[in-house]
DNA sequence: GCGTGCCAAATTGTATACAAAATCTCTATT
DNA sequence: AATAGAGATTTTGTATACAATTTGGCACGC
């Protein structure tokens, strides 16, 4: 069952991927990297040359990045990337707060005991890189701690959900810059939640989590609406 | 049957939507009507001759099926309607329960008077079905009730994600028939839930939200768990 | 000078032909 | 008889050609 037969080599051909699924995955990270910023038109056959696909399995990477609320769909009329929309951003993170409450409350219902020693190794690597200043690796780990608290839910649905919004918030961010003193606070709140969760007080955990996203919506659009009220009068001025 | 290919008479006094948008709505009503059953396999071309399209825009339309949950796409070997796996709906139900509350929060600080005064309506309409014994007519009144609910909520991240879970349970629902107990504890729990959004209590609206989904879950499962056990057996014997 | 209607260019939507992968079937061998 | 393997068949993945729609520009009329 385990030995292919006429396997060449151990390293090239595990499985290839449809041409759809590597343009999916490729658009994605050109969208989250910044490349295809916010609003910028989406040609079909411009993007076909850059990603060497027919536009068949780019179209239909489309639909699927499209369900993801990453790019908008015009019939007849082209798609575009997905303008941050403050309004929007504030209601994704609204949702996100709720799922957020629900990933600690069933993290500590059904997280394994190794889960959780993986969970606090996370954490002290966060704090580490705070201590350091590394802000791009900390803002990494940051992601990971959040989504495998969600992973320890159990729950794929909630697990869907949550990094379908989470891509939306990852590109608010990526242009919403907050300050040291936000990022101290931040610091303090993961200690927080980290203790109830650590001590597997569901409602305590829960209630800090929301409380934490709740607070790094704030200061996420805060930032966002500065950032974009300058750019408004900059296209004025 | 009714869809001619070379159809250029005036269908309508707006134009009609794209191919691949009908049929989305198409194999949505489909799926969700039963007429696609849970595990089945869906070939291409035969649904292509079917809905009157060709493979191009059918493959779109199975790609956003796909996002909302409805259909699973194994690569290379063809689509299947998404089984409908109590393990699977007991996760969604989950999330829809964090979901309710947040709406029923959100309704009572962003729903218009007017909205109240509709939601009203649509009580009372659901209570003289229940009275009547209408059982098709009262589902969808009961449906209607909680989409409007999540529409006074104000926030689109939050429709567009409970809607697609809504569908999903709403095939689970038309496997598991609850019997009349479970209707008129429902009755009740709307009553009561229907009280405290008129005062805009919304923490209270949340709580016993979350308390009839909990309910409803618990109730849906149960049918469904009794009668995949007994197709299981029927399998067997 | 400005608005209106129509034509041309570009872009998206759809159909179809072809390539690649998986499944099935039948045969040959142990 | 059971099984492995090689072809045949079916089904999906991709490219491309063509049709339909939108958009931009230009002439014409007011």
Known sequence: M?????????????RRATLQHSAVAELRAMILEGELPPGSRVPEVQLCEQLGVSRTPLREALRVLAAEGLVELRPHRGAVVTPVDPTDIAAIFQVMEALETLAAT???????????????????QLMAQHKAGERAAYSMTNRRIHAWIVAMARNPALETTYSGFAAQILRARSLANYDADRWQESVDEHDGFMAALRSRDAATAGALLAEHSRRTADAVLRSLRQRMGKAAAAEVG
Chains 1, 2 share one sequence.
């Open 2 to 14: 385990d030995t292919p037969k006429t396997a060449k080599a151990a390293t090239g051909p595990i």
């Open 106 to 124: 069933l993290a500590c219902r059904n997280g394994t005991e190794a889960e959780f020693i993986e969970l606090d190794r996370l954490h002290d």
